[in-house]
């Protein structure tokens, strides 16, 4: 059982260029959701998604587009990378909707980003 | 706005001893609240929850408290082992599909 799949692990791109990070998930969750993670910082939510073909902004979803057109996979793009979004990315999926209690939410390993 | 926040960034405990990490919240709105360890490398990784209805909540080892009345949640690790050494965030969910993190305490065991 993978659980959540995260690709890639590690990404250096330079300012402008454009770029997807991978999630996917064989749990059958129907929540998935992108959180960014930077030093000193706890994680802060960027896009999420509540099940195929619905997704939401979180609290920092500027500069990034998602898609969820499988229960599967919630890829995160990014659509011109700036320095500012340097960070470890981390996708997560759950069961259920936040809220319901032993709502489990299982990370991913994560992608550390660097844009120069 | 919304925010979580921790009183302490970093607390160092000795092996055997009980460990406890405190989180502020600032939104009395919050109905649940969950509790992640991170170890370094790593994802979050879900410890306990409890709901605005409850004040105490036991799992494994770990207890979490929540006084609702000065927006205060707390996590209680008994017999604190080296295996526990992490980061530790508090996170709370305001009636919304959003999960808002608080900033971590790192938590260190020594022998």
């Known amino acids: 059982n993978a659980g959540v799949t995260q690709t890639p692990k590690f990404q250096v791109l330079k300012t402008g260029q454009s770029m997807t990070l991978q999630c996917a998930q064989d749990?059958?969750?129907?929540?998935m959701s992108w959180y960014r993670q930077d030093p000193g910082m706890g994680l802060r939510l960027i896009h999420y998604?509540?099940?195929?073909?619905?997704?939401d902004q979180g609290e920092v979803p500027n500069g990034y587009n998602v898609s969820r057109s499988t229960t599967e996979d919630f890829p995160l793009r990014l659509l011109s990378a700036a320095p500012s979004q340097t960070s470890v990315y981390f996708c997560?999926?759950?069961?259920?909707?936040?809220?319901?209690?032993?709502?489990?939410?299982?990370f991913g390993q994560g992608t550390r980003l660097t844009v120069v | 706005g919304e925010s979580v926040g921790l009183h302490l960034p970093t607390l160092s405990v000795q092996e055997g001893d009980n460990s406890i990490i405190n989180c502020a919240y600032s939104?009395?709105?919050?109905?649940?609240f969950i509790w992640y360890k991170q170890e370094s490398g790593k994802g979050p990784q879900f410890i306990i929850d409890i709901r605005s209805n409850m004040d105490k909540r036991q799992g494994q080892r770990v207890t979490v408290l929540l006084n609702k009345t000065v927006k205060h949640l707390s996590l209680q690790i008994a017999a604190t082992q080296p295996g526990d050494s992490a980061v530790y965030f508090c996170a709370e969910n305001i009636k919304t599909d959003k999960l808002i993190f608080g900033t971590g305490t790192r938590l260190q065991v020594f022998p």
């Open positions: 939104n009395s709105a919050s109905d649940y």
């Open positions: 749990m059958n969750h129907e929540y």
């Open positions: 998604s509540v099940g195929a073909g619905i997704t």
């Open positions: 997560a999926s759950s069961s259920h909707v936040v809220g319901g209690m032993d709502t489990e939410a299982f």
